[in-house]
């Protein structure tokens, strides 16, 4: 099983972001869009990448986002498993 990915996408001022599996493309939420967080995620960050993420304090839209994306995926993953259970 590949790791999942996160990818975002702008439309009408909002980011939307995907979570990217090898299963299929599946909506997390949207946001306002900001340009901190669009050029991190511009490229598809793996969740090891996102785990990793050192830049804390320089910018708090982008801490704010990365701190709720965990739980967003949860509920992704726990209801892709349900779905093919």
């Known amino acids: 099983m590949k790791t999942n990915r996160i990818a975002v996408t702008t439309r009408d001022e909002k980011l939307n972001f995907y979570l990217v599996s090898d299963v299929g493309r599946f909506y997390l939420f949207s946001q306002p869009f900001t340009k901190g967080v669009h050029d991190y995620f ?44």
């Open 42 to 85: 511009r490229r598809e960050k793996t969740e090891n990448e996102i785990r990793a993420f050192k830049g804390w304090n320089r910018n708090p839209r982008l801490d704010k986002t990365i701190q709720k994306l965990p739980m967003y995926i949860r509920y992704c993953t726990r209801y892709l498993m349900n779905e093919a259970a």
